[in-house]
């Protein structure tokens, strides 16, 4: 009787292992997810692997930039120390905003990409242009100087000659509060207004192509 009573405790057990072998992992919730994003424990593309960006976090993502319609007016400065204000849009219809870091190694990667598409663009006659926004050196209130130089090493290993911003107060209390990785691309027309998608995670030159005339045609429909 002991030995069939074990043997069916065993049955049972093995049973209960297959079945949960069987279910799918559970999601962590969103903010459990953009925590790990932001302290590096999981990249934005082992996040998209894991399926991680699905429709909630898209859906969270894209109220959180709701927020925030506006770039708003900020007096910040761009890598050689130059002011660079909210004006820098106003000459364009459509601006690219590319958000990085100096330890973002996707971020780095595309850049060459960047400057090739904004050329590519701009000699087509499109109205279009891109800014960078070098999200490490001053995030703790203080520029860092080695990550100044640092990031001016890679602006200069790239070749990129668009601007790249330094954010002031104003940015980081504005649109880049809801910033929780890199890279993270949005879209501003020449009134300073946050139009189209939000962009997260490095892209290939042929999507950033898609995206970028598909940003253009929605904005000269308008």
Known sequence: MK????GLLLALGMLFVLSACGQSEQLPTVEERLLAIYNGEV?????????????????WIQSMMEQASVIGSFEASNLE???ITEEIFADYDLTMVNLWTTTCGYCIEEMPTLEKLRTEFQADGSSFNIVG????????GEVDEKKLEKAQLIADTAEITYETIIPDAALWSGRLQGVSAVPETFFVDRNGNIV???ILGAQSEEDWRTIIETELAALQAK
């Open 133 to 140: 926004m070098c999200l490490d050196i001053n995030n703790t």
């Open 196 to 198: 189209g998608q939000t």
């Open 3 to 6: 030995r069939k009573c074990r």
């Open 43 to 59: 990249s934005v593309e082992e996040a998209e692997a894991r399926g991680w960006l699905d429709k909630e976090f898209n859906d």
């Open 81 to 83: 120390g130059e002011p």
